[in-house]
């Protein structure tokens, strides 16, 4: 490169290097963006490398980014990405899409053996034999002007990406699991894109089989508000009210307002910021005839033979995982395993509520593994 990266601050400078990079076959992405306290990521930066120069594109100076968007769905451009879950979700919320086709290097490189969760630095340890600066990794990205310390470090977020790709694509065509990265990301972006129906969210929060049916009721319709009020105002759930609060409230119940400041869980900025509000859900719920109880939720470990059963889909998960040289605990974690066995089990789960199915069903390891689980599944007991 000429210098060090482009900065792409108008519409005329980013149609033209969009059309650059649409030439491409691969380009390496990343972004920059900020969710302190908001529900959705907000965009600060957008880098990419194609090959030829490192564009920092700058979403707060141009208007309209629709050559962003084109060039993230170029059909014929695969966009390469490290540990690309939150970039989702950033891409989704500012241009309306999730780039596509995708590669993740951080699944490509534990598909290669390279370990779990590996972050973007360590890559280029691994692969290229280089060290690099972390330094600004807590900027506000939304804040101007940024420095050139700030640009230089996000521009190395792409420029080393693009030599990792191919280094992995190469390697994992050479075993043929190369479609298996996009299988991954593929179950990524459906999830993603998964919009859970507020009145399910409870399904989503932890220790849900210890409520009685009027608690259980109110947590629902807690966390059914606190979702909606979070998607509308944009507004971290947590601080709007933290889980351990809702549960606390739903299993206290408390009638007035002394009682909701009394428990001790519950933050006096939760209580008195939407005091009216939680009451009112409370008194509904203790109001409300029984046939609008969600059912009781069972916990898994209590399903008769759970051991036995997760056991056995454990077994089946690790004999395929040697078979294809892939670690088994990534093949199939715990959560996985448990995810399976609610699916076969329940009428109703939180896989359901999203719209989906679960990851030991789908993609390279439902090829794998799936007819065998489902014949398994014959044994399991509700």
Not at 220 to 249: G, K, P, V, Y
Not at 329 to 342: D, E, L, M, P, V
Request: net charge negative; hydrophobic share 45%; glycine share 4%.
């Amino acid at each position: 490169m000429s210098q060090p990266y482009l900065l792409i601050d108008s519409y005329e400078a980013l149609v033209k290097y969009c059309q650059q990079a649409a030439q491409q076959a691969v380009i390496a992405v990343d972004t920059e963006f900020v969710r302190t306290r908001t529900f959705y990521p907000h965009l600060g930066l957008v880098q990419i490398y194609d090959g030829v120069d490192v564009a920092l594109i700058d979403p707060i100076a141009i208007d309209d980014l629709s050559p962003l968007t084109q060039l993230m769905t170029n059909p014929d451009v695969i966009k390469v990405l490290h540990a690309c879950s939150e970039d989702l979700e950033t891409f989704e919320f500012a241009l309306g899409v999730m780039p596509e086709p995708l590669f993740d290097t951080q699944v490509a490189a534990q598909l290669a053996g390279l370990g779990n969760s590996v972050g973007y630095g360590r890559l280029v340890e691994l692969l290229q034999e280089i060290t690099l600066e972390k330094g600004e990794s807590r900027t506000d990205w939304i804040r101007r002007p940024l420095s050139p310390e700030q640009l230089i470090y996000a521009a190395e977020d792409v420029l080393y990406l693009l030599p990792c790709y191919f280094k992995l694509a190469a390697k994992l065509t050479e075993s043929q699991q190369v479609q298996w990265v996009y299988d991954e990301v593929k179950q990524l972006i459906c999830r993603k894109r998964a919009l859970i129906d507020p009145s399910h969210a409870y399904l989503l929060l932890k220790n849900t089989w210890k409520l009685n049916p009027v608690n259980l009721y109110t947590l629902q319709l807690l966390a059914q508000w606190r979702l909606t009020f979070a998607r509308d105002r944009d507004i971290t759930q947590n601080f709007i009210l933290r889980e351990q609060s809702m549960f606390e409230i739903a299993q206290r119940l408390p009638a007035h307002k002394s009682a909701l400041f009394a428990l001790e869980v519950v933050t006096p900025q939760e209580s008195r910021r939407h005091c009216d509000t939680i009451l009112g859900i409370v008194k509904t719920a203790r109001s409300a005839p029984d046939t609008l109880y969600p059912n009781p939720i069972q916990r898994i470990t209590d399903v008769p033979h759970y051991k036995k059963h997760t056991a056995a889909i454990k077994a089946i998960c690790a004999q395929a995982a040697e078979s294809v040289n892939v670690d088994s605990t990534y093949f199939a974690s715990k959560r996985q395993i448990n995810q399976i066995f609610s699916w076969f089990v329940f009428t109703f789960d939180d896989t359901r509520a999203l719209g989906m199915k679960p990851d030991l069903l789908v993609g390279w390891r439902g090829e794998l593994v799936g007819a065998k689980i489902t014949a398994l599944a014959q044994q399991f007991t509700r």
